[in-house]
């Protein structure tokens, strides 16, 4: 039976059990020594995380041969238009290359959405969006490089999906376990 765990990893924990440059990560939170991080989010990124004790499990989260969807929110610098969200649906070109294409729209802030600490830059004369964008590939900060290339920078990223499993109401810090024989 594989363990699968489901947290939501709160802003400025790095997705790791090693310690690194005196930050927080994920040691603070588990003590089972057989899980393993299936795929990273950023040290300033929040969001879904899965853990597992199955290595197979945790090469098809993370291996872009499966291309297991991702989805986040984010909210961008500047007012999200329709003409950028085409640009994410058809794909960016970033340094590293073509993106796939995108799912993405434009969203209110979602309602299970939580404070974060400290919060995001607040300027009164640039407005802010939040989008939903759905990824089947995971390179290193695609989302964020994504939206800086259409011209929307992205002031806080979360995510709130990895395939069939969602964040639902999960605070920072919080944790499920769920079982499973599919693997």
């Known amino acids: 039976m594989t363990k699968i765990v489901l947290f939501n990893k709160p802003f400025h924990v790095l997705s790791q059990f090693r310690a690194h440059e005196n930050k927080q990560t994920l040691a ?5 020594k057989s899980l393993r991080v299936a795929g990273r989010l950023d040290y300033d990124s929040e969001g879904l995380l899965l853990l597992s004790d199955n290595g197979s499990f945790v090469q098809k989260v993370t291996h872009p041969r499966f291309k297991l969807p991702k989805t986040y929110w984010a909210q961008v610098e500047g007012d999200m238009d329709e003409a950028s969200l085409a640009m994410l649906r058809r794909g960016v070109t970033l340094k590293d290359g073509q993106t796939l294409p995108a799912e993405a729209r434009i969203i209110r802030e979602p309602d299970n959405l939580w404070s974060r600490e400290p919060p995001i830059r607040y300027r009164a004369s640039i407005p802010t969006s939040w989008i939903e964008l759905t990824i089947s590939e995971g390179r290193n900060r695609q989302v964020r490089r994504m939206t800086a290339a259409v011209g929307f920078p992205v002031l806080r990223l979360i995510r709130g999906r990895i395939g069939e499993w969602e964040l ?16």
């Not at 603070?28 to 089972?32: E, G, K, N, T, V």
């Not at 999960?170 to 024989?181: A, E, F, L, S, V």
């Open 28 to 32: 603070a939170y588990f003590s089972d």
């Open 168 to 183: 639902e109401d999960m605070q920072p810090g919080q944790q499920r376990q769920t079982d499973t024989n599919r693997f």
